[in-house]
């Protein structure tokens, strides 16, 4: 790193948008990534839908637990 930087010609803000949604990744064990990967692939979904399917089933199973 250098001693100092020359932060005279920047923009703040420059790279900001309001309202802007951030989706964090999400990492998957390599077996269960294998896993999944398969099946949405014999279903002909993808693997985002397959995945998003299966955790709003866990979700409502773990709402009507409550």
Do not use: C, Q, W
Request: aromatic share 8%.
């Amino acid at each position: 790193m250098r001693d100092e930087y020359d932060f005279s010609k920047a923009e703040r803000g420059k790279f900001f948008r309001p309202g802007a949604e951030v989706i964090p990744p999400v990492h998957l064990d390599p077996e269960v990534l294998a896993f999944l990967a398969a099946r949405a692939e014999a279903r002909g979904i993808s693997l985002s839908e397959l995945v998003n399917t299966l955790l709003k089933k866990d979700i409502e199973l773990i709402e009507a637990a409550e």
